[in-house]
């Protein structure tokens, strides 16, 4: 056999069952039992095979360790490893740990609208009232009514503002593109 495993032309091949099936030639009529040529040659033949198959076998074993090898010096499997490549657990807990991350963030992103579209309701109707008031005493409240809704319109405005600087703020914070997870307890 030759070092890539491949057999020589003509040569015989050791197996269990070509062991099983060896027939050797008789003796000459003078001595008694086997031909020992033929059964010296075959102890040759068998233990050339022995030889190769110990040295296939120990070549696979050093193949293996230096397998084993990479695979704890690359933090692959159990984690025993120096760090370097993060564990499957790893990669999992990080996935879980940003998408109830961007599932915080959907809902702040929600409420801070949800609080903004309050805000301006709760404005109008402010100022609905300041004009209906106004219309109703004729006392000269209409710079009074004016300032109310300048002070109500830049509140609204703050508050606006505010919520689309949390919303970007809250973007670059968190990168985009995972699926967000379920609302916690929901």
């Not at 190769?52 to 050093?62: C, F, P, S, T, V």
């Not at 209906?132 to 609204?156: C, N, V, W």
Request: net charge positive; proline share 6%.
């Amino acid at each position: 056999m030759n070092r890539t495993g491949a057999r020589h032309p003509g040569e015989y091949r050791v197996t269990p069952e070509a062991l099983r099936s060896m027939t050797f030639p008789r003796a000459s009529l003078t001595r008694r039992g086997y031909n020992e040529e033929a059964v010296h040659d075959a102890l040759r033949r068998c233990a050339t095979a022995l030889t190769e198959l110990k040295e296939e076998n120990d070549r696979l074993r050093a193949d293996m360790q230096r397998h084993r090898d990479w695979i704890r010096a690359n933090n692959i499997g159990d984690g025993s490893g120096p760090t370097g490549v993060p564990t499957v657990d790893a990669v999992l807990q990080q996935a879980r740990a940003q998408q109830a991350a961007e599932q915080t963030v959907s809902v702040a992103r929600e409420q801070a609208r949800n609080m903004v579209r309050a805000a301006r309701a709760q404005a109008e109707a402010i100022l609905q009232q300041a004009w209906e008031k106004t219309a109703h005493a004729g006392d000269g409240g209409p710079e009074e009514t004016e300032r109310l809704i300048s002070y109500l319109r830049q509140i609204a405005r703050s508050l606006s503002v505010t919520a689309d600087e949390y919303a970007a703020k809250r973007a670059r914070a968190v990168p985009s593109g995972a699926a967000p997870a379920p609302p916690p307890g929901r």
